[in-house]
């Protein structure tokens, strides 16, 4: 499903294996928390996924680790930004800003997806799920809109 609805996106997409049992493992417990079914399925499938363009529709499990460790715990995010504690980004767009989903108190409670702007430090809700956001993305692309709706059913 997840390839599909990728590919229907951008058929210049490349996308890596699945990640491993380990990597998801580790995933899991850096962040203390259950990871979403929809994240760990598309990891499951590809871990990690680029577009056309190069920008990240989703990192792989190990770069969804490192990025939200370091900037977590970074001086230069520390002093210049709001904390990400709420937030776990899995991927990127334009102009640096991140796609995370909304975690509270280590714990991911919905499914909900946001995009953090570094430039003005804005975190916007712009999905309800990681499918519809994947769903939305694809519909800004080239692809049809009854591709992606079929990919994704």
Avoid: K
């Avoid at 850096?30 to 499951?44: H, I, M, Q, S």
């Avoid at 509270?104 to 909900?112: C, D, E, L, R, T």
């Amino acid at each position: 499903m997840w390839q599909t609805l990728i590919r229907s996106y951008d058929p210049a997409a490349r996308c890596g294996a699945g990640a491993t049992s380990t990597g998801l493992a580790a995933l899991e417990i850096t962040f203390a928390g259950e990871v979403p079914r929809a994240l760990v399925e598309l990891l499951r499938v590809l871990d990690g996924a680029v577009d056309g363009q190069g920008s990240a529709l989703c990192w792989c499990a190990e770069r969804i680790r490192d990025e939200n460790v370091r900037m977590r715990t970074s001086p230069l995010y520390r002093e210049s930004y709001m904390p990400f504690d709420a937030l776990l980004f899995f991927a990127e767009e334009e102009r640096g800003r991140r796609v995370g989903l909304a975690i509270i108190a280590g714990m991911i409670a919905q499914p909900n997806v946001y995009i953090w702007d570094p430039v003005n430090d804005s975190r916007t809700w712009v999905a309800a799920s990681l499918g519809q956001y994947l769903l939305e993305r694809a519909q800004r692309g080239v692809c049809s809109a009854r591709a992606v709706e079929a990919a994704t059913a």
